[in-house]
């Protein structure tokens, strides 16, 4: 299968896609903590249907007319990183929980601090939506595309419901 990428101008700023096959697998911030190396990207291409379509559904999730993306995506992680991933998934638009609440829903698996590296390694940010979570008392901790990233996709949710995010709000 082969493994290709784009590089996507967003108002986030340029966002790297990555291809395997006929999946998603990559999604990543120009200074993305645990950016793979491009190395692993391959070939950089042009005209690819699904990361074209992947870029376009993500410029309309940034504009506020998206909700949910409806790709093919593929993961590889860990038996704890999968089942984090697969709990990101679950978290509705405009909703937010906490790295402990997560914990406690897995709670088989792992602690909040195993739940926050799961949700650090997740590969797919804005796709498995990881900035959903927040720290114990609902304030922004941690977002491999940084903090101030966090707070726009925060607020962007929570202006579709008519009021910016603040801090503590919206925790399930």
């Given at each position: 299968?082969?493994?290709?990428h784009?590089?996507a101008?967003?108002?986030?700023?340029?966002?790297?896609?990555?291809a395997?096959?006929?999946?998603v697998?990559?999604?990543?911030?120009?200074?993305?903590?645990?950016?793979?190396?491009?190395?692993?990207?391959?070939?950089?291409?042009?005209?690819d249907?699904?990361l074209?379509?992947?870029?376009h559904?993500?410029?309309?999730?940034?504009?506020g007319?998206?909700?949910?993306?409806?790709?093919?995506?593929?993961?590889?992680?860990?038996?704890?990183?999968?089942?984090?991933?697969?709990?990101?998934?679950?978290?509705?638009?405009g909703?937010t929980?906490?790295?402990?609440?997560?914990?406690?829903?897995?709670g088989?698996?792992?602690?909040?601090?195993?739940v926050?590296?799961a949700?650090?390694?997740?590969?797919?940010?804005?796709?498995?939506?990881?900035?959903?979570?927040l720290?114990?008392?609902g304030?922004?901790?941690?977002?491999?595309?940084g903090?101030g990233?966090?707070?726009?996709l925060?607020?962007?949710?929570?202006a579709?419901?008519g009021?910016?995010?603040l801090?503590?709000?919206?925790?399930?």
């Amino acid at each position: 299968m082969s493994t290709r990428h784009i590089v996507a101008e967003t108002t986030l700023g340029e966002l790297t896609l990555v291809a395997v096959g006929h999946a998603v697998t990559g999604v990543y911030f120009r200074h993305h903590i645990r950016r793979p190396a491009e190395s692993t990207f391959g070939e950089r291409v042009a005209g690819d249907a699904l990361l074209d379509e992947a870029a376009h559904r993500i410029r309309a999730y940034l504009a506020g007319e998206r909700r949910d993306f409806d790709l093919p995506l593929a993961t590889t992680g860990s038996e704890v990183q999968e089942a984090v991933w697969a709990a990101l998934r679950e978290i509705p638009y405009g909703t937010t929980t906490t790295y402990g609440a997560l914990a406690e829903r897995l709670g088989f698996i792992t602690s909040a601090w195993g739940v926050g590296q799961a949700v650090g390694a997740n590969p797919l940010c804005l796709l498995i939506p990881c900035h959903r979570v927040l720290g114990s008392t609902g304030s922004l901790t941690g977002y491999a595309g940084g903090l101030g990233r966090k707070r726009v996709l925060l607020d962007l949710e929570a202006a579709a419901d008519g009021a910016p995010w603040l801090p503590g709000m919206g925790a399930a």
